[in-house]
T-cell receptor, first 118, second 112 residues
Framework: GAGVSQTPSNKVTEKGKYVELRCDPI?????LYWYRQSLGQGPEFLIY????????DSGLPNDRFFAVRPEGSVSTLKIQRTERGDSAVYLC????????????????FGPGTRLTVL | LAKTTQPISMDSYEGQEVNITCSHN???????ITWYQQFPSQGPRFIIQ???TKVTNEVASLFIPADRKSSTLSLPRVSLSDTAVYYC?????????????FGAGTTVTVRA
């Protein structure tokens, strides 16, 4: 079946602009995760959704970052007043359930959105 | 999640076996060991998971000694397409283990 998809694949914006990044999880997956990956580093956790609610947003770097998942499927990561330091690949993952991720809830990742802030 | 240490990079040639060892001295009793693979311009992909002894699937084998303080991912007869970053993760059923902690991983380069 279809995997996790993310749009756009690339986004170039100017400092101070607003951007939205979209994630379509695997159908039927209730858990959704956003990660950010800087060059040469592994992905870093941003936020986790269980259904429509953000169960853990402790990884969001500051209040310019916000994410929603209004119908429990598609999620949008929103970044206000972008800064050059926000440039990274933003990865979305989904899993069937949640909570015990490493044992029974394999996270399936999308290809990511490469964000470049000029 | 338990901290892991793995080599930054490894080079190999087509047809060889590649073994990547990961140290996790503080692994907890309930923790599992999981490896992800990431190709350029793609998200990480789960490849194998184990608790103790040996696990084998169509992609790789995972060797875990009795003390579980380390593990070795073995990739048999690699090809150019196995060039990727490989991440070792340790965790399990703790309530916040959904926060996968990847570290920098091991960049494996396979040459012809």
């Amino acid at each position: 079946g279809a995997g996790v998809s993310q749009t756009p694949s690339n986004k170039v914006t100017e400092k101070g602009k607003y951007v939205e990044l979209r994630c379509d999880p695997i159908s039927g997956h209730t858990a959704l995760y956003w990660y950010r990956q800087s060059l040469g580093q592994g992905p870093e956790f941003l936020i986790y959704f269980q259904g429509t609610g953000a169960a853990d947003d402790s990884g969001l770097p500051n209040d310019r970052f916000f994410a929603v998942r209004p119908e429990g499927s598609v999620s949008t990561l929103k970044i206000q007043r972008t800064e050059r330091g926000d440039s990274a690949v933003y990865l979305c993952a989904s899993s069937f359930t949640s909570g015990r991720a490493l044992r029974s809830d394999t996270q399936y990742f999308g290809p990511g959105t490469r964000l470049t802030v000029l | 999640l338990a901290k892991t240490t793995q080599p930054i990079s490894m080079d190999s040639y087509e047809g060889q076996e590649v073994n990547i060892t990961c140290s996790h001295n503080n692994i907890a009793t309930n923790d599992y060991i999981t490896w992800y693979q990431q190709f350029p311009s793609q998200g990480p992909r789960f490849i194998i998971q184990g608790y103790k002894t040996k696990v084998t699937n169509e992609v790789a084998s995972l060797f875990i000694p009795a003390d579980r303080k380390s593990s070795t991912l073995s990739l048999p007869r690699v090809s150019l397409s196995d060039t990727a970053v490989y991440y070792c993760l340790v965790g399990g059923i703790s309530s916040n283990d959904y926060k996968l902690s990847f570290g920098a991983g091991t960049t494996v380069t396979v040459r012809a």
